[in-house]
């Protein structure tokens, strides 16, 4: 089993910056691609970044350039920089991989990490 878990949430101003954490462990063999998910109450699930193994990057709309998707392989992290942070970016935030396992491709989910934005 895999598991992935975030760090790095909690409160911060308008304008401030986080830098939430994705740590994986267990029995894997490569992690292919990684993504940040997020969800505010009332709104379905949305995609905020993702990147491949080659490091290709993708992102939603309303990032805007003000995150930032990363790996590093040798520590089997990913992390997500979020700087000028809008209330509308309160939201918790799941890590999501997908990991060769000793015989399946598998996709996993992190416990998630509240972001809240506010004054």
């Known amino acids: 089993q895999v598991q992935l878990v975030e760090s790095g949430g909690g409160l911060v101003q308008p304008g401030g910056s986080l830098r939430l954490s994705c740590a994986a462990s267990g029995n894997m063999l490569t992690i292919y691609s990684m993504a940040w998910y997020r969800q505010a109450p009332g709104n379905q699930r949305e995609l905020v970044a993702s990147i491949t193994r080659a490091g290709t990057t993708t992102y939603g709309d309303f990032v805007k350039g003000r995150f930032t998707i990363s790996r590093d392989d040798a520590k089997n992290t990913g992390y997500l920089q979020m700087n000028n942070l809008e209330p509308e970016d309160t939201a918790n935030y799941s890590c999501?991989?997908?990991?060769?396992?000793?015989?399946?491709?598998?996709?996993?989910w992190g416990q998630g990490t509240q972001v809240t934005v506010s004054s």
């Open positions: 999501n991989a997908n990991v060769q396992t000793a015989n399946l491709l598998r996709n996993f």
